[in-house]
Each structure stands twice: as C-alpha cells, then as structure tokens.
C-alpha cells in the first residue's frame, strides 16, 4: 500500500521559504517518486499575512503562532526557515522534536550555538533533525560526509563557507579597487546585507565551520571555541602584493584536529594560486574535506540563495519522507565527544605582514632583529620603491611560526617609530 503524503509544515516564508514552496510544487511529481510518498504543505507560517510572496498560499492552513504549527497533530514534519540563534525559530524546533516530529531547518546560527543540545532532544524523542542547508546553502557537504565519505576520517576541512566575502574579495582583486567600495557595490547588488557585519566580520563563516566540525570530528558543536576575524582589513595593496607572491586572498573556514583539541578558526588567508580553492570565485562556495582514504574531496557550488538553499532543505525532506533517519551529527548526540578548543596562539603556520615604514637607513634592520629576537625565521622581504624620508610598503613573508612569536615579534615591531601603521598580518595556509 502506497504510504499516505507527508504533511509539511513550514515556518518562515522569506527568500528560503518561499524557496522551498516553489521547489516542492514545481517537482512534485519527481520529489514523490523518490521519496516513495507525496511531500504536502500543510502548514504555514510567517509574520505578516499580507505580504505578497510571489507564491499561491491559498491551500495551506496558515499559523500566526509557529510555535503552535510546530505542536500541530495534524503535521508530520516541520520545516524551520525563520532563523536567528534564539527566539521563535528556537522555540520552533524545539517544540517540533519534543513532540517527536522531526524538523529540517537551514538556521546555521542555531546549530551552531545550540546543536548539541538540540540534537540530543532529537535522539531522546527519536527524530530527525536535519541541517543540510545550513552549512553551504546548496552544496551537499553534510550528506558527502556523513555517507559517500563515512568510511573516512578527517584530519582538516576547510572551504569558503561565505559567499558575500567570496564576492568582494574576488572583485577587489578583479578591479583594485578597495573594500570599502566594493562593499557598497555588493550591497546595491543584493549580494551583501544592509548590515553586512555578520557576513564581513566573519561570524557567518563560524558558524557554518562549528557545525562542519561536529559533523567532520565527531565532537560537540563548539561555536565559541573558533577564533574569528573578518576581512575589513584587507586592502587593495594586499591584494597586489599577493598577486605578486602567487597567491589569492581567500575568507576560509579551516578546522583540523591537533595534538591540544580541535583548531577551528576563520579569517582571510593567502591561498596558494595553483590550489584549487583559489579558483572558487564571486558568490560561490566550495568545501575541501581531507580524508584518510578518499584523499582530498572538493565540493563547489552556490552558497545561499532561495534556490539552492531550497535544494538542500527538500533533500532532508525526501531522506525523511523515504524513511532514511540518520543522527544530526553523525553518530547519536551522546556519543559526540568533548574535545577541546585548541587555542590560536599555538596554531603553527607561515605569514604574510605588511608594514608601512618611513624609508631611512636602519628601519630593515631593526625590523628583522625583531623577528630574530622572537625566534621568527623570515623567508622573503618585499621592499617596493625607495622614498627617502617618505612612507614605503614593506612586505615580508616568514617561515612556519608559531602565533604566539609572531604575535610578539608583530608588537615590537609596530613599536618602532619608523613603523607608520599597525602591522597588518594574514596566515599564509597550505592547501
Ligand atoms: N537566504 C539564504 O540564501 C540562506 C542560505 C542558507 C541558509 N539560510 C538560513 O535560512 C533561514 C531563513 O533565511 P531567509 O534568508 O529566508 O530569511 P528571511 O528572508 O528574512 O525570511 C525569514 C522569514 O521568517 C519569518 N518570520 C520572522 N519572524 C517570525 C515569527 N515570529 N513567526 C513566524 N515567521 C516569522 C518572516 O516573516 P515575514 O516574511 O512575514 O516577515 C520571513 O518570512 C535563516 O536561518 C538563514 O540563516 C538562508
């Protein structure tokens, strides 16, 4: 006997929602033959019931209160498309998994901060709760791990997880122009927010590394153990300078197992030109998972949007209606294990600092004594043009250090009076 529809509900009727409305009507057919049932919307909800969406919304029933959808008999599955950490997307999935139904969300802020916690309701309830769209919008890389990749295990991942950054770094180094301005542009196209701050500040990026973590490692979502900077600071002159080092200035999300706990950080980072992830350009994102068997596994893909997003959450939804049910990170909630946050100044890597220095005799000299004096080992030096008495861009690139020397020699430096700003740094990673 065929199984009777599964009835959806979802909250949230934003670029995602609306997203997901149109995909499961516009593949229905498709979707029931491989889910082995048809995928009904039963239920909606959103905050303001006059907005025009662009979709046909006659047939569901419509909830002012998502959280009552979510407690709804008459539904089977919830779809969590409101977002925000907290609030009534939390409350949302909360009240879906303690009423035993599982819930699909692609909320990378509330997984990241409260994934462990939620998935352990999951498991005491025995339901699904599925995040695929909230790592990497339309890229399967939850799936890839946790199946075609599970034989494996990870020593690093890593990838672009934001695309708005992706996009302004790609179009600085396109155009020369400066952040500032690019930024502007980014957000006049709709590729960047109004307040653009979670997006460039990096916080966008954590969070879809943490959960990336858990699934990779096996380990308690760690939100606040990834050490995050954004790309404000990046110029038009480091991009040039880059170029002529051979790399591309990337914002990635790298974690990796060391011998202290799990390195979860985020910044921008000079990527090696002839490594693949260089070439990942504009809006789009890409994933690098290393296994110990499969080798390196590059994902690429678009990020967010209401279409590949919505890709990702109905995808969850057919692994559900086929009766695929699978732990939220892998292995059960209970069996996720604490490992420490590896602090950052242990974190060994090479470096790229620029300085701007007043040009007279003695400053190159002072400035490699600082990095002797701290056991840093310097592997090129770029000194453009000379200016006696002017300020001059010096660039230099070290050896593999650890953070914590080349944090102290970054301090002496820009101690010096000769030294005109602070000294800007970007790891140098080798991909
Ligand atoms: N946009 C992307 O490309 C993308 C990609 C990956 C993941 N995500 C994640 O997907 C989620 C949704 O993102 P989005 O871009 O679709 O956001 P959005 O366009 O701002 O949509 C949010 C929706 O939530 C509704 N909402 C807000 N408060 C509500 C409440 N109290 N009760 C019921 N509904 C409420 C809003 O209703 P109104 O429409 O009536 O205001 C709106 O429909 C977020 O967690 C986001 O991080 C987004």
Not at 115 to 130: I, V, Y
Request: negative net charge.
């Amino acid at each position: 006997m065929a199984k009777p529809p599964l009835r959806i509900a979802i909250a949230g009727l934003g670029t995602v929602g609306a997203g997901v409305v149109r995909l499961l009507r516009r593949n229905a057919e498709l979707l029931a033959q491989r889910g082995g049932r048809e995928l009904v919307i039963a239920a909606v909800s959103a905050r303001d019931r006059g907005r025009d969406r662009g979709i046909e919304l006659a047939g569901p029933r419509w909830f002012a209160d998502a959280a009552a959808l979510a407690a709804d008999p008459a539904i089977d599955i919830v779809v969590e498309l409101i977002g925000g950490a907290d609030g009534i997307a939390r409350s949302v999935v909360e009240t879906a998994l303690a009423h035993g139904k599982p819930v699909v969300t692609a909320n990378k802020a509330l997984m990241a901060r409260h994934g462990t916690a939620l998935a352990r309701l999951a498991d005491a309830k025995g339901a699904t709760l599925a995040f695929e769209a909230a790592v990497a919008g339309g890229i399967p890389i939850v799936k890839t791990l946790r199946e075609g990749l599970a034989a494996n295990s990870f020593a690093r991942i890593y990838g672009i997880l934001n695309g708005t950054c992706n996009y302004i770094l790609t179009t600085m180094r396109e155009s020369g122009r400066d952040f500032a301005e690019i930024l502007a542009e980014a957000q006049r196209l709709g590729y960047a927010e109004a307040d653009p701050s979670f997006d460039i500040d990096g916080i966008d990026a954590a969070h879809k590394l943490a959960i990336l973590s858990s699934v990779a490692f096996g380990s308690e979502v760690d939100f606040a153990g990834v050490h995050v900077e954004g790309i404000r600071h990046i110029s038009a002159l480091d991009i040039e300078f880059a170029g002529e080092l051979d790399y591309h200035i990337k914002l990635l999300g790298l974690a990796r197992l060391t011998e202290r706990g799990i390195e979860q950080r985020v910044h921008a980072c000079m990527v090696p030109r002839a490594a693949p992830i260089a070439h990942v350009e504009g809006v789009f994102n890409a994933i690098v998972a290393e296994g110990d068997f499969a080798g390196r596994v590059l994902l690429e893909g678009r990020g967010a949007g209401a279409e590949p997003t919505a890709s990702a959450v109905v995808a969850d939804l057919l692994d559900i209606a086929a009766g695929r049910r699978t732990p939220a990170f892998v292995v059960p909630a209970a069996a996720l294990r604490k490992i420490p946050a590896s602090p950052m100044l242990h974190h060994q890597g090479a470096y790229y600092v620029r300085l701007m220095v007043f040009d007279r005799p003695g400053v190159i000299a002072d400035i490699t004594a600082a990095l002797r004096d701290e056991l840093v080992s310097l592997e090129s030096m770029i000194q453009r043009g000379r200016a006696p008495g002017e300020a001059v861009p010096v660039v230099l690139t070290t050896h593999i250090t650890e953070e914590a020397a080349m944090r102290r020699a970054l301090d002496r430096i820009g101690a010096l009076d000769t030294v005109l700003e602070p000294p800007r740094m970007i790891r140098i990673e080798d991909l």
